[in-house]
């Protein structure tokens, strides 16, 4: 009797676990402490066009961006083949910038926000990582920027326990998605079932 009751215990704590986690983590979720930094968008500085640059458009394009930065004029085109980064003068094809230019044109957008960013300590390609750990890439093609902090990484940890990808692999992560909920809808019932026996 005392193995049966100990074994009940052990697979009630069992059904508890996924209750638990989303629990927890929805609560986060809810709160939402330092989402604000860690999802924040982080845009290319522009600055106003001249106002005599005519550009003429191509019949391949399907979608066409004009903009300026600090490091000057930039024709962003999308045809089926996808996002090029053009030369806006001579519609060639414009070089990924070196590591002074990648450092210049990211500092210019990292100055919206010191306190989550601080200071360029490496350059790598169209990637650097800043002095507060901050990872940020640049999408030369679409000149779009991207970041992502500990804390980044901390909430998407949260968001795997709370919709049970506990291991990375998808089949088996379905699974245990599976078991989670059999186990919160078993869970339930057998405490409506005790509350109503009483």
């Known amino acids: 009797m005392t193995k049966t009751r100990t074994l009940h215990r052990l697979i009630g704590l069992i059904m508890l676990l996924p209750f638990l ?14 989402y604000a930094g860690a999802y924040e968008m982080l845009q290319v500085k522009t600055y ?15 979608e066409m961006r004009y903009l300026k930065t600090i490091l000057g004029e930039h024709l962003l085109v999308r045809t089926e083949e996808g996002w090029q980064h053009l030369d806006p003068q001579t519609h060639q094809p ?22 989550r960013y601080g200071q360029i300590v490496s350059v790598n390609g169209t990637n650097a990582t800043t002095s ?13 920027l991207s970041q992502r902090g500990a804390d980044t990484d901390r909430l998407d940890f949260f968001y795997r ?8 692999i998808a089949s088996v992560d379905k ?22 026996r009483k």
């Open 132 to 144: 507060t750990g901050v990872q940020v890439k640049l999408n030369w093609e679409r000149m779009t």
């Open 48 to 62: 106003p066009l001249a106002a005599d640059q005519p550009i003429q458009a191509n019949a391949a394009w399907l």
């Open 175 to 196: 699974i245990l998605g599976g078991l989670g909920i059999t186990f919160v809808v078993l869970l339930s019932l057998f405490g409506a079932i005790l509350f109503f």
């Open 21 to 34: 986690g989303w629990a927890i983590t929805g609560a986060i979720f809810f709160i939402k402490p330092g």
């Open 161 to 168: 326990i709370h919709y049970l990808q506990w291991t990375g």
């Open 94 to 115: 414009k070089p990924a910038p070196n590591e002074e230019a990648t450092r210049t044109l990211l500092n210019d957008a990292l100055a919206i926000n010191p306190a």
